[in-house]
T-cell receptor, first 116, second 110 residues
Framework: ETGVTQTPRHLVMGMTNKKSLKCEQHLGHNAMYWYKQSAKKPLELMFVYNFKEQTENNSVPSRFSPECPNSSHLFLHLHTLQPEDSALYLC???????????????FGPGTRLTVT | EDKVVQSPLSLVVHEGDTVTLNCSYEVTNFRSLLWYKQEKKAPTFLFMLTSSGIEKKSGRLSSILDKKELSSILNITATQTGDSAIYLCAVEGGSEKLVFGKGTKLTVNP
């Protein structure tokens, strides 16, 4: 596989469930990102990891918990979500975060999350 | 397979020039086309174009959607050095998937 992959592609969960979104990049990048794309607010940055270290948390509620075990994998653990959390969750990667090479972000296809 | 292609991949201009960036797409059941400006971190939203809103303008930036040609252009007039960025085009289709183009890297020199 090449590029950035995300699983699952679609997820329906109840408010009391716990689930995880997975992102994997095969580009040799060192920075990975989680974004939320909802119908009324295009693309909001949630978290940034650079060399496995979290460098940005954009005031995201604690019911979203990221995990970056290595530079190729990024998870988003979900628990006790609300219906307003229903959105498309996009993962992206870039060579690094910050500095000259932070421009190139490669996006995954996204996970469509529906919270019932 | 859904596809978004942007051109040119990079562009270098002088302050005051006008630039036109292109985005063409092939998606099933087109829903919307979005333009973003990407600088250091997260892309910032510029425009959303849909079947009911095919032309948008904000200051020196404007965008038009051509559903017949399956394409969109982003125009920037009187460019400034602060316009230097990567401009991303993304299209949402019927699969509820957002497909991004590779971007156009714009450099505006003083």
């Amino acid at each position: 596989e090449t590029g950035v992959t995300q699983t699952p592609r679609h997820l329906v969960m109840g408010m009391t469930n716990k689930k995880s979104l997975k992102c994997e990049q095969h580009l040799g990048h060192n920075a990975m990102y989680w974004y939320k794309q909802s119908a009324k607010k295009p693309l909001e940055l949630m978290f940034v990891y650079n060399f496995k270290e979290q460098t940005e948390n954009n005031s995201v509620p604690s019911r979203f918990s990221p995990e970056c075990p290595n530079s190729s994998h990024l998870f988003l653990h979900l628990h006790t979500l609300q219906p307003e959390d229903s959105a498309l969750y996009l993962c992206a990667s870039s060579p690094t975060s910050g500095g000259l090479y932070s421009y190139e972000q490669y996006f995954g296809p996204g996970t469509r999350l529906t919270v019932t | 397979e859904d596809k978004v292609v942007q051109s040119p991949l990079s562009l270098v201009v002088h302050e005051g020039d006008t630039v036109t960036l292109n985005c063409s797409y092939e998606v099933t059941n087109f829903r919307s086309l979005l333009w973003y400006k990407q600088e250091k971190k997260a892309p910032t939203f510029l425009f959303m174009l849909t079947s009911s809103g095919i032309e948008k303008k904000s200051g020196r930036l404007s965008s038009i959607l051509d559903k017949k040609e399956l394409s969109s252009i982003l125009n920037i007039t009187a460019t400034q050095t602060g316009d230097s960025a990567i401009y991303l085009c993304a299209v949402e289709g019927g699969s509820e998937k957002l497909v991004f183009g590779k971007g156009t890297k714009l450099t505006v020199n003083p």
